[in-house]
């Protein structure tokens, strides 16, 4: 079945709307921007998975090993993250992130969610909150797999 005309008009507003909102959302973490997206990102990946080889890494960030190396290097003389040997083979690294790195995720998180909430707060109504709660689910039908349930 091929999308309507009413699907793709959607489809192209949602996305617009998205990318404004996480544009702004990167705004409200300056203390952020002496790393670059990428950099990032890497440290969201670690706080998620918590331990990755540099391979693991460059192969979710879809970038080369030669270019994960780089950021690896500029977030190690941070000191957001640290470099352990790995159990099963001493040639190999897995990397963690410091406390310091931990911190960092979890203030630009923070720093985000206060703005949304804020902004959210100043600018809509509880009908309107009601209906993005709602649709909050929908959104998750297009993302999540088949079988998840988003979490109320």
Avoid at 2 to 7: L, Q
Avoid at 83 to 96: A, F, I
Avoid at 99 to 122: D, N, S, Y
Avoid at 140 to 145: F, P, Q, R, S, W
Wanted: include cysteine.
């Amino acid at each position: 079945m091929n999308a309507s005309i009413k699907d793709i008009e959607i489809a192209a507003s949602l996305r617009t709307v998205i990318h404004r909102l996480v544009k702004v959302l990167r705004k409200q973490t300056p203390h952020q921007q002496t790393l670059s997206l990428t950099e990032r990102s890497c440290l969201s990946l670690l706080y998620q998975q918590e331990e990755l080889l540099p391979s693991e890494l460059a192969q979710l960030e879809k970038v080369t090993t030669q270019s994960m190396s780089q950021i690896i290097n500029h977030l190690f003389k941070l000191e957001l993250i640290i470099k352990t040997p790995s159990g099963e083979d001493k040639r190999k690294v897995k990397l963690s992130l410091t406390p310091a790195g931990i911190h960092f995720v979890e203030q630009a998180r923070q720093e985000k969610q206060e703005w949304l909430a804020r902004t959210l707060h100043e600018r809509t109504t509880e009908k309107e909150k009601d209906l993005l709660k709602e649709a909050m689910n929908i959104l998750a039908k297009l993302i999540d797999e088949p079988g998840d349930i988003l979490q109320k």
